[in-house]
């Protein structure tokens, strides 16, 4: 099951009480105090790992806690910091905090570890407290209590492309033809209920990440159909590709304008992301050609943008594809290649 949000309570360790205790040996008389601090509490950290691609391990939990820390112990003896809770997300996973929606921590490159929580400081012992006017003291002070908060999980996929459509395109054909990703694949709507994604290679040195995700319909940044669980997973990509049905019963523009207005809506920084479009199932069109001529015209777009002109309000390129027949596929993966590396640039 392919989990990407989830929400619980998080609390690191109270500290542990200092110790109130006096020396008592034989043969020594005035002792004295020697009760030992506390330990720390445990802190709660949170680590990006390639080897997890989902949030399921945190479905149904309410709290989770690092340890407290141990008391502090008589002859001046620390106690043991408690363990530290560190939680395992994938790539990608965006910590909030559920009451106020602030970002609290953003886990993007594998393997980093930070800190989210930190434990409570261990109390002092009585030896702590020893002077000419009080030489037994009996007061140790209490460890300081953890923090607390409720957290909101969010996973965006990290890919360099991403595949926006309405259902039943082809993208699910076109990233099962360019990668290794194998999708479900049928001739009816939203085959595609989660996210994926394949490693495109173009060349022997070169290739990308595309995502897929499940087809968007209008209205979807009101919350209709299954795109808006899911568009935050294209917010991370670099560069959007719209794919546009030339064969459906819906015309291309207004394919066209319906996506870019819910991409929109959705969020405005990631309608500036630098797209291109590729009209879909060419080879089952009756003038493939005529209607690609029809939506530059349309547009007022060009074909192809020469790259060192390139304006980021237009797309890069317009080009007709047929994923099942593998028709332009080859030129399709270079000039997203070609994108991509003028965004690196």
């Known amino acids: 099951m392919f989990i990407d949000s989830v929400k619980f309570q998080i609390r690191s360790g109270h500290g542990g009480a200092g110790s109130s205790s006096f020396r008592r040996e034989k043969f020594v008389e005035l002792g004295g105090p020697d009760g030992g601090d506390g330990g720390a509490g445990g802190d709660v950290y949170f680590i990006a790992d390639n080897n997890t691609h989902t949030l399921e391990n945190y479905k149904g939990k309410r709290l989770l806690k690092a340890e407290n820390g141990v ?22 996973t965006a910590i909030y905090d559920d009451e106020s929606g602030e970002l609290l921590l953003d886990m993007v490159e594998p393997g980093e570890k930070k800190l989210l929580l930190k434990g409570g400081k261990g109390g002092l012992g009585n030896v702590h ?48 033809t360019v990668s290794n990703a194998r999708p479900q694949i ?89 797209y291109a479009v590729a009209l879909t199932r060419c080879d089952a069109a009756e003038d493939a050609e005529r209607a690609l001529d029809d939506f530059c015209e349309y547009f007022d777009f060009k074909r192809k943008q020469d790259i060192y002109e390139y304006d980021p309000s237009r797309p890069y390129f317009v080009m007709s594809i047929s994923s099942a027949a593998n028709i332009r596929i080859k030129e399709l993966k270079f000039a997203l290649l070609e994108l991509l590396n003028r965004e690196k640039a």
């Open 71 to 92: 008391p502090g112990e008589p002859k001046r003896m620390t106690g043991r910091k408690g363990e530290d809770l560190v939680l395992i997300v994938p790539p990608g």
């Open 129 to 176: 407290f020893k002077s000419s006017t009080n030489q037994a003291p009996t007061y140790a002070q209490p460890g300081m209590p953890g923090e607390e908060r409720m957290v909101r999980l969010e996973l965006k996929l990290i890919a360099d492309v991403g595949l926006v459509g309405f259902p039943n395109v082809g993208k699910s054909t076109l990233i099962s």
């Open 186 to 274: 049928a001739d009816y709507e939203f085959t595609t209920l989660t996210p994926k994604l394949g490693r495109v290679v173009v060349d022997e040195y070169s290739g990308f990440v595309m995502a897929d995700i499940p087809g968007i319909i209008e209205g979807a940044s009101d919350g209709r159909g299954l795109g808006i669980e899911f568009l935050r997973h294209v917010e991370r990509t670099k560069v959007l590709l719209f794919m546009i049905d030339i064969a459906g019963y819906r015309a291309p523009t207004e394919q066209f304008e319906t996506l870019r207005n819910e991409v929109e809506k959705f969020s405005p920084i990631l309608a500036e992301r630098d």
